[in-house]
Nanobody, 123 residues
C-alpha cells in the first residue's frame, strides 16, 4: 500500500514562486509514474504534468516553463516547482502515482493519491 503526503502549499502573491513536495512511503516508489493535478471547486481535476520513472521526459500541461517537476527516488519524494504564479493557479494540488499510466493527463489511470495541498495566489 502506497501513501502519499503533499506539503508546501500556502498563500503567495502573484508573481511569486512555490515548491510543493509529495512524499511517498512504499518500496515500489521508483516504479511509479508521478502525476501532479490541481482542482478548484466546481471544476474537474486537471493535469499539471507527469514525470516518468527515472525522471526522464516530463510532460507539462502548461508549456510556458512556469512549472518544473522532479523526483528523488532515494528519499521517495517528488517536487513541483511553480514560478510566476497567478491567481488562476489557485487550487488544491495533488500528486498521484501509477504503474500502468497510459495517459498521464487522465486521473483515472493513477493508483494512489495524496490528500492535496492548497495553493492560494492572491494579493
Amino acid at each position: 500500500q502506497e501513501q502519499l503526503v503533499e506539503s508546501g502549499g500556502g498563500l503567495v502573491q502573484p508573481g511569486e514562486s512555490l515548491r510543493l513536495s509529495c512524499a511517498g512511503s512504499g518500496r515500489a516508489w521508483p516504479l511509479f509514474l508521478i502525476g501532479w493535478f490541481r482542482q478548484t471547486p466546481g471544476k474537474e481535476r486537471e493535469a499539471v504534468g507527469c514525470i516518468s520513472k527515472g525522471g526522464s521526459s516530463p510532460w507539462y500541461a502548461d508549456q510556458t516553463g512556469r512549472f518544473r517537476m522532479s523526483r528523488d527516488d532515494n528519499t521517495k519524494t517528488a517536487y513541483l516547482e511553480m514560478k510566476n504564479l497567478t491567481p488562476e493557479d489557485t487550487a488544491d494540488y495533488y500528486c498521484a502515482i501509477g504503474v500502468s499510466v497510459r495517459r498521464c493527463s487522465d486521473p483515472s489511470d493513477y493508483d494512489y493519491w495524496g490528500q492535496g495541498t492548497r495553493v492560494t495566489v492572491s494579493s
